[in-house]
């Protein structure tokens, strides 16, 4: 079973900066796709950015140019650098790898999540 070890929550006042780290069980190199969702209170999960292994890398328009998103194949991890945090960006934070297979949907997991909170 695919585990995603997340670090790096916590507590910060707005403007400061935080970095997120996942680490799989598995080698990076055999996930399609790594990234970071969050779920704020009473909101869905949503997409915060993704890694494709082509290079490409996704965003959503909330975070961009704020965050950063780097896949480190050394360290075997995924990691996401979080600048100029506001109140807005407070939510559960959760891992994700996908994996395509040669047939149906890729197998997608996500880590256990970690809490980032944001005082203004």
């Known amino acids: 079973q695919v585990r995603l070890v997340e670090s790096g929550g916590g507590s910060v006042q707005a403007g400061e900066s935080l970095r997120l780290s996942c680490a799989p069980s598995?080698?990076?190199?055999?996930?399609?796709?790594v990234g970071w969702y969050r779920q704020a209170p009473g909101k869905q999960r949503e997409l915060v950015a993704i890694?494709?292994?082509?290079?490409?890398?996704n965003y959503a328009d909330a975070v961009k140019g704020r965050f950063a998103i780097s896949r480190d194949n050394a360290k075997n991890a995924v990691d996401l650098q979080m600048n100029r945090l506001g109140s807005e960006d407070t939510a559960i934070y959760y891992c994700y790898a996908a994996r395509r297979k040669s047939f149906g949907p890729p197998d997608v997991y996500w880590g256990q999540g970690t809490q980032v909170t944001v005082s203004s």
């Open positions: 598995e080698s990076i190199f055999r996930f399609t796709t």
């Open positions: 890694t494709i292994s082509s290079g490409t890398t």
